[in-house]
Nanobody, 125 residues
Framework: DVQLVESGGGWVQAGGSLRISCTAS????????MGWFRQAPGKAREGVVT??????????TDDVKGRFILSHDNDNAKSTVDLQMNTLEPEDSAMYYC?????????????????WGQGTQVTVS
């Protein structure tokens, strides 16, 4: 079974930084996609950044480009994606979800990500 375990998050003042991590296990297709999505109360889920592990192409949404940095690590058993979030704004406050999939990989393709973590809260004030 595919499992996604997130860690990190928390509270930070505007302008500060946070780091969240996700480790995926059980994904057998090495050309899978992973990414981070977020959902604020009363708003639709939106993509933040995704990566295609076949060639490590990374897709950032315009909202976070230049502020957020995705790093990744893969071994035979697990894939890890870490998201360094800098210059955080109150608008970045949301539950952040790690996701994995084996089809389309862009942040707008959330419906194609079949595996999801429990989420980690990020609050910026």
């Amino acid at each position: 079974d595919v499992q996604l375990v997130e860690s990190g998050g928390g509270w930070v003042q505007a302008g500060g930084s946070l780091r969240i991590s996700c480790t995926a296990s059980g994904v057998t297709d090495r050309r899978h996609c992973m990414g981070w999505f977020r959902q604020a109360p009363g708003k639709a889920r939106e993509g933040v950044v995704t990566i295609y592990n076949g060639d490590f192409t990374t897709y950032y949404t315009d909202d976070v480009k230049g502020r957020f940095i995705l790093s990744h690590d893969n071994d035979n058993a697990k894939s890890t994606v870490d998201l360094q979030m800098n210059t955080l704004e109150p608008e970045d406050s949301a539950m952040y979800y790690c996701a994995a999939g084996v089809w389309r990989c862009r942040p707008s393709d959330s419906a194609d990500f079949g595996y999801w973590g429990q989420g980690t809260q990020v609050t910026v004030s």
